[in-house]
């Protein structure tokens, strides 16, 4: 048992009163900061579901983030893409914690192109919540929604709200509220490859947080990424691999107090 899972156990009655979080996936998200609400790929479905109407190709993804490097707080996600005519379709699936405290959600997107360069999605979400036998397991429902517009060749514009009607795990005990969040950025692709993304992000209850990242082509296969973000100011960085289908991502985040984040992600296109 580490120092990690110590303090977890000492923060629990804290978690139980408002621990959750929106947690994006994609370790290539991770690398440039997380400041990906308009980057579009295989991730989509956990950013910005607008952005799943551009995807060409049926899409799985397999992620990993082993916070502070403390199994006990880790997270796992998936996710399968369904590009069609009437749309893009997605489910997803995202799993925190470990068996005294685990945290799952369940998303089911659709995207579509609402014009020749705006898109937009919505995403209906069952969060459940699972606690040790005193306490026990409670399930809610929302929403999350996005928009996506082209301004010019390469610059895409995006916004993200999530769970905008205030949705709480709700007992005779406590409340345990869901942050509502707002995410407004940009990505910017060069004509050398390399894209410029950033971010700003506010939930009802915290200052804003402000995000940036690059990613830069080394050449087609491998992709170096920088990010940073404040509030707790945190950097990050990350290697993408793409070969034909499959593509794998890394990426390591440093907390100023907890230390290190490493992620991963292998998403197959077919």
Known sequence: MNKYFLLFILLIPINLLGSNENRPAGARSDGIGKASVAIIDTWASFHNQASLALLEKKSFGAYYENRFQSKELSTKAF???FPSKLGTFSLNYTQFGFNLYKESKIGFSYARALGQH??????????????????????????????LAE?????????????????????????????????????????????????????????????????????????????????????????GFNF??????????????????????????F
């Open 79 to 81: 996710c399968f893409n």
């Open 118 to 147: 705006f898109w937009a999605g919505i995403q209906f979400d069952q969060i459940k919540k699972e606690l040790n036998s005193e306490y026990g397991s409670q399930t809610i429902y929302m929403f999350e929604l996005g928009l």
């Open 151 to 239: 301004i010019f060749p390469d610059f895409f514009l995006g916004f993200h709200l999530f769970n905008p009607t205030q949705e709480k795990f709700t007992t005779w005990e406590y409340q345990d509220e869901i942050p509502s969040i707002g995410r407004f950025g940009f990505s910017w692709k060069f004509s050398n490859g390399a894209i410029l993304s950033s971010e700003i992000l506010k939930d009802l209850d915290n200052e804003i947080q402000i995000k940036g990242g690059i990613e830069y082509p080394l050449n087609k296969q491998f992709f170096l990424r920088a990010g940073a973000y404040n509030h707790p100011n945190s950097i990050s960085l990350g290697l």
């Open 244 to 269: 034909s289908l499959i593509k794998a991502n890394i990426a390591f985040s440093r907390h100023p107090v907890l230390g290190y984040t490493p992620s991963a992600d292998l998403s197959i296109k």
